[in-house]
């Protein structure tokens, strides 16, 4: 595995998933896409309750005027263990990817930046905050 010289540290110390509750809300943060990008992405388990549930996320984007704070908008909406589930990745324009080897397709740029696991726990948590409203 490629891992870029500077975030070595970062990595160890994040490990790769992290699971927690927020408001009443069952998180999971994952690394994916090991060992090529390596970036994390945010999931909130949505109850049956809410009126999300259920919804692709392209529509649930839509119901909320694309003002729902996912970072780069939410990327996934599905059944994961008879749970629903929405997400986000950090995987866009901006994002440095861990383990993108250098001199690989899509170098990166001068201003990308890592978004680590405290990142992403409060992209959750301000979503969560969101979507409580909705």
Known sequence: MTVRKELVNILEQEGNEKDFK??????????????????????????KTHSFYEKDYDTIEEICDYELPAHGGLTFSGFVNNEYWIGFDCAHAGDLLPMFPEEDLFPPQKNDTYKTMEFVENNIKEIIDFIKKS
């Not at 009443?24 to 390596?38: K, L």
């Open 22 to 47: 927020y408001k009443g809300y069952d998180c999971h943060i994952r690394r994916v896409g090991v060992p090529c990008m390596g970036h994390l992405c945010g999931y909130i388990e949505i109850p």
